[in-house]
């Protein structure tokens, strides 16, 4: 009875939810553990096996700094961008497309879901440009050169609706390339945010290594649960949002300017955090509104 109860109970979110269109950022802190990983695969055949249309997008960055530290590559980040040399951005696409990208459709397959494996330049998906930022260092303005980072100049999701409406679940790595064929290493969230609004989808996912957004970095306990755009806007313009973090809340800014309906940043540690955050009414990690 009480399995069953559970079922009823989150009957009206299936039915909200049947038919939509769910991007899932998977970061790389929520994958250390292949059983962990295989876990959340599950929870995403769920969504879909109820009707939900999935696209997974991944990180890699604990893998890619090992691998780059085993090269005898020193990891080096600007707000949580990782700077990326020639060296940085072949170990970049060995572990996003040829190990983690491989390892996440595999265990898809394994569990009976009909994954695709690309990466952000198959297709035409997102035409990259090189990216530049802007920091104060010691009261001037100064241009970094990250390297090979770049940023989305264009998204063109028309492989990714022919993947989906023919019930493929597409897996996307965060490489792409400029319109002569340059590869740029991108950040894996600020490319879910534009492809969740490039494909109109209902929900943006973010899985990390923490609760959620939190008002403290250094407190656990400090989750926030709820928050709209303008205030999350208004903590990001005021620097309480660090490290890879950052980029993360930028994403979900896009997306929901883009007509996302909600975003949600959750616990991909932690067992069952998409179906307690999608099926229940309390949620888990924080949950992003217009
Ligand atoms: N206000 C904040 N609330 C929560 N986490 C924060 C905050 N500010 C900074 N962080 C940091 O952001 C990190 C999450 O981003 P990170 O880029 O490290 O992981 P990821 O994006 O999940 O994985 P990947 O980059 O491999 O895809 C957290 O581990 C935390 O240290
Ligand atoms: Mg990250």
Same mark, same amino acid.
């Given at each position: 009875?009480?399995?069953?109860?559970?079922?009823?109970?989150?009957?009206?979110?299936?039915?909200? #939810?049947?038919?939509?269109?769910?991007?899932?950022? #998977?970061? *790389?802190?929520?994958?250390?553990?292949?059983?962990?990983?295989?876990?959340?695969?599950?929870?995403?055949?769920?969504?879909? #096996?109820?009707?939900?249309?999935?696209?997974?997008?991944?990180? *890699?960055?604990?893998?890619?700094s090992e691998?780059?530290?085993?090269?005898?590559?020193?990891?080096?980040?600007?707000?949580?961008?990782?700077?990326?040399?020639?060296?940085?951005?072949?170990?970049?696409?060995?572990?996003?497309?040829?190990?983690?990208?491989?390892?996440?459709?595999?265990?898809?397959?394994?569990?009976?879901?009909?994954?695709?494996?690309?990466?952000?330049?198959?297709?035409?998906?997102?035409?990259?440009?090189?990216?530049?930022?802007?920091?104060?260092?010691?009261?001037?303005?100064?241009?970094?050169?990250?390297?090979?980072?770049?940023?989305?100049?264009?998204?063109?999701?028309?492989?990714?609706?022919?993947?989906?409406?023919?019930?493929?679940?597409?897996?996307?790595?965060?490489?792409?390339?400029?319109?002569?064929?340059?590869?740029?290493?991108?950040?894996?969230?600020?490319?879910?945010?534009?492809?969740?609004?490039?494909?109109?989808?209902?929900k943006l996912?973010?899985?990390?290594?923490?609760?959620?957004?939190?008002?403290?970095?250094?407190?656990?306990?400090?989750?926030?649960?709820?928050?709209?755009?303008?205030?999350l806007e208004?903590?990001?313009?005021?620097?309480?949002?660090?490290?890879?973090?950052?980029?993360?809340?930028?994403?979900?800014?896009?997306?929901?300017?883009?007509?996302?309906?909600?975003?949600?940043?959750?616990?991909?540690?932690?067992?069952?955090?998409?179906?307690?955050?999608? #099926?229940?009414?309390?949620?888990?990690?924080?949950?992003?509104?217009?």
């Amino acid at each position: 009875m009480e399995d069953v109860k559970v079922l009823v109970e989150a009957l009206p979110y299936i039915k909200e #939810f049947h038919g939509s269109t769910m991007v899932i950022k #998977f970061g *790389g802190h929520a994958m250390v553990n292949e059983e962990i990983m295989e876990k959340t695969i599950k929870d995403i055949l769920l969504l879909y #096996f109820v009707g939900i249309k999935p696209i997974v997008i991944h990180g *890699g960055g604990p893998e890619i700094s090992e691998k780059m530290e085993k090269f005898g590559l020193k990891p080096k980040f600007v707000d949580g961008l990782r700077v990326t040399d020639r060296d940085t951005l072949e170990v970049v696409e060995m572990v996003l497309d040829g190990k983690i990208n491989s390892k996440i459709v595999s265990t898809f397959i394994k569990n009976g879901g009909k994954a695709v494996g690309i990466s952000a330049k198959d297709g035409l998906l997102v035409v990259a440009k090189k990216k530049t930022i802007k920091k104060k260092v010691g009261g001037e303005e100064v241009e970094l050169d990250l390297g090979f980072v770049g940023e989305s100049e264009m998204v063109n999701p028309d492989i990714l609706k022919i993947l989906v409406d023919n019930k493929f679940i597409p897996v996307i790595s965060p490489i792409a390339a400029d319109k002569e064929g340059n590869v740029f290493n991108l950040n894996a969230d600020i490319v879910a945010g534009h492809i969740a609004g490039a494909v109109k989808a209902k929900k943006l996912i973010m899985l990390t290594d923490v609760p959620g957004l939190l008002r403290n970095q250094n407190d656990p306990s400090s989750l926030i649960s709820k928050i709209d755009y303008s205030e999350l806007e208004k903590m990001l313009e005021e620097g309480k949002v660090k490290g890879g973090m950052i980029p993360k809340v930028e994403s979900v800014l896009i997306a929901l300017k883009e007509g996302v309906e909600k975003a949600h940043i959750i616990d991909g540690s932690k067992e069952h955090s998409i179906l307690i955050e999608l #099926f229940t009414k309390e949620g888990i990690g924080t949950m992003v509104t217009k």
